[in-house]
């Protein structure tokens, strides 16, 4: 195990529902990340926070929300999603924001109907 | 911006045979270059990471190969083995400008045949 954990591991939702994605690590770290891995596509980072405080965010549509209470915890909260959406999407945390080196989750997969 | 190309999108080799996978960049800028594996059902894991002012860099089995020069890096896994089967991941960025300045590659998956 990594010291990240996600839940849930999968998730099927209709495009009128909402939903959350939780994060959780338990490593200490003071960075967390919210990244998008689709098929045949390069990991494409979505949201990063250090310290509790969103520091970038990569035009992102405004269906996906994240919040991040603590060091500790991160999530995604959905609403309104496309099709296009489906995808597994990862956590992920670092020592500090200027530390490279991510630990990862197991992902969410998550299909959009 | 920074532009990652990673080959071959799939490799199958026999067991106890070696495996290569190369990635290029783009900004001559970048020194730091690591090696993601993701097995079936988990997220991607660091596995070997090499920074520009080293040529090659091993562990164990694995051992990763940077040219500046050319802007290319690699990936080599000798006498593979059945746990090696997974999708690997490139990805290079600026040392000091923190993961999210990372930019990986799309990504190759190993299959081991027995």
């Known amino acids: 195990e990594t010291g990240v954990t996600q839940t849930p591991r999968h998730l099927v939702m209709g495009m009128t529902n909402k939903k959350s994605l939780k994060c959780e690590q338990h490593?200490?770290?003071?960075?967390m990340y919210w990244y998008k891995q689709s098929a045949k596509k390069p990991l494409e980072l979505m949201f990063v926070y250090s310290l509790e405080e969103r520091v970038e965010n990569n035009s992102v549509p405004s269906r996906f929300s994240p919040e991040c209470p603590n060091s500790s915890h991160l999530f995604l909260h959905l609403h309104t999603l496309q099709p296009e959406d489906s995808a597994l999407y990862l956590c992920?945390?670092?020592?500090?924001?200027?530390?490279?080196?991510?630990?990862f989750g197991s992902g969410t997969q998550l299909s959009v109907l | 911006g920074e532009n990652v190309e990673q080959h071959p999108s799939t490799l199958s080799v026999q067991e106890g045979d070696s495996a290569v996978i190369k990635c290029t960049y783009s900004?001559?800028?970048?020194?730091?270059f690591p090696w993601y594996k993701q097995e079936l059902g988990k997220g991607p894991q660091l596995i070997i990471d090499?920074?520009?002012?080293?040529g090659e860099k091993k562990d164990q089995r694995i051992a990763v190969t940077l040219n500046k020069t050319a802007k290319h890096f690699s990936l080599h896994i000798t006498e593979t083995q059945p746990e090696d089967s997974a999708v690997y991941f490139c990805?290079?960025?600026?040392?000091?400008?923190?993961?999210?300045?990372?930019?990986f590659g799309k990504g190759t998956h190993l299959i081991i045949q027995p």
């Open positions: 490593l200490g770290h003071n960075a």
């Open positions: 990805a290079a960025s600026i040392s000091g400008g923190g993961a999210d300045g990372l930019t």
């Open positions: 090499i920074r520009s002012n080293v």
């Open positions: 992920a945390s670092s020592h500090d924001r200027g530390n490279e080196k991510l630990f």
């Open positions: 900004d001559s800028a970048s020194n730091y």
